[in-house]
């Protein structure tokens, strides 16, 4: 039985062994775990060597460093395993609300999972959902009932709050769109999606240039999470800490960190192609005019590289994943990299900011204590180039020369999130 949910989500096999007192000995799982000396050290270090020669790689500030903790060693604590809800589970009635399919057969296999000593359900709460009509109009009882059967199984949670749509992944079967009023938004405003090059907009996830912009019935993106979160806090208050042990924000497509520069569910992108970057809506624009004038090179913000290939291109020939005058170590490479990545680094720090804020009375009681998640991407084909192309696309400015993932982590944990990694 496979399981990929969470930073330590695994298969299950009959050799495993599980602890039937893992509560008291959560305290040594993975928040704010410092990775810093993996990419320092060892494995990764010589990698980049053999790539980049004497060229330095550029990394954090030191005082970020400072920031992360180093954990007592997990050696002897056993870990405990969620196991991840299928995403079918829901169905849509003749009313257009969503229910849970085959109760019976669910309810089953909660208990076999619990009697093989699974600890937890991983379980995708989605906004597509639970505002799914109106604004503010939050339903919950979708989620009140599978919680109350989960919690009765005896099991754990793992809440994952989903503010994509999986409707390309799914290939329209048994899918999750955002909310029905975003959607009739995008109709009429396309550009809170992103979009690539080409004009083609993604409405998987709203692009992180509406941010702090309200065209969102009045509200900004980061309104509507927020609001979001705290109804979510009021709902289940009485499960947090007790049942509900862990809470991953949803930070972009399929839940992490990035930009949807390999969108594999609409025939537009196929493995290994290097991915298109996503900055073209025009908030995302207006922005990237802006910082071009204040770095004193307007010429800069009128598009993104034009040199970049397209979605299943491959690095060689491509110039701008190249060496040379044009390429992605040029100033005006480097320049829009740094936005570009700079943007979806800011995009975290303001979600998980507010997600900290929510849940801080509950971190500070024992007893109520949740564990705060942030998923990144796990995009490791083109790892061995010099660019690293297809990390570039999806916003992670990782190449053979710069350490891209440090920043990411030391935002994660300056609010105490755990990291996933797919």
């Known amino acids: ?94 009313s257009g609300c969503p229910r849970i399919r085959k109760l019976k057969a669910l309810t089953v296999s909660l208990k076999a999972l619990k009697l093989a000593g699974v600890h937890g359900i991983g379980v995708e709460v989605w906004w597509g959902i639970v505002e799914r009509f109106s604004p503010f109009d939050y339903d919950w009882s979708l989620y009140e009932e599978l919680f109350k059967l989960i919690s009765d199984s005896g099991l754990k949670l793992h809440v994952a709050l989903s503010f994509h749509s999986n409707i390309h992944s799914t290939h329209g079967k048994g899918g999750v769109s955002l909310p029905l009023w975003i959607l009739e938004i995008g109709d009429v405003n396309k550009d809170i999606y992103y979009r690539d090059q080409q004009g083609f907009s993604n409405n998987d996830y709203l692009t992180l240039g509406v941010d702090h912009v309200p065209l969102l019935s009045g509200r900004t993106a980061l309104q509507c999470y927020e609001d979001f979160m705290l109804s979510f806090v009021n709902k289940f208050e009485s499960f947090i800490g007790a049942v509900i042990e862990e809470i991953s924000i949803g930070l972009g497509p399929s839940g992490e960190l990035r930009y ?150 030391s935002v994660f944990s300056r609010h105490g999130a755990a990291l996933h990694i797919p």
């Open 1 to 94: 039985m496979a399981c990929k949910c969470g930073g330590y989500y695994y298969t299950l096999n009959a050799k495993a062994s599980f602890d039937r007192d893992l509560p008291k000995t959560r305290k040594f799982l993975l928040r704010n775990v410092s990775v810093i000396r993996m990419f320092t050290s060892g494995f990764f270090r010589s990698k980049w060597r053999s790539i980049a020669g004497k060229r330095r790689i550029l990394s954090m500030d030191a005082r970020e460093k400072s920031r992360s903790t180093i954990l007592e060693s997990s050696k002897d604590k056993r870990v405990p395993i969620f196991v991840m809800m299928p995403v079918d589970i829901f169905t849509l009635d003749a």
């Open 260 to 409: 949807p520069a390999h969108p594999f569910g609409d025939g537009r992108w196929k493995f290994p192609g290097i991915g298109e970057f996503q900055c073209y809506d025009k908030y995302m624009m207006e922005d990237l005019k802006m910082a071009a004038c204040r770095e004193g090179k307007p010429q800069w913000g009128d598009k993104g590289p034009q040199n970049a290939g397209c979605y299943n291109s491959l690095p060689s020939g491509v110039p701008f994943f190249e060496e040379g005058k044009e390429s992605f170590l040029s100033d005006y490479g480097r320049f829009f990299l740094e936005w570009y990545s700079g943007r979806l680094i800011c995009h975290a720090d303001a979600i998980l900011a507010k997600a900290a804020k929510i849940l801080k009375k509950y971190q500070e009681n024992e007893q109520t204590s949740v564990m705060l998640v942030a998923k990144i991407g796990g995009i490791y084909w083109w790892y061995q180039t010099l660019s690293h192309p297809a990390e570039l696309t999806a916003g992670y400015y990782n190449t053979a020369l710069r350490d891209g993932y440090d920043p990411v982590v």
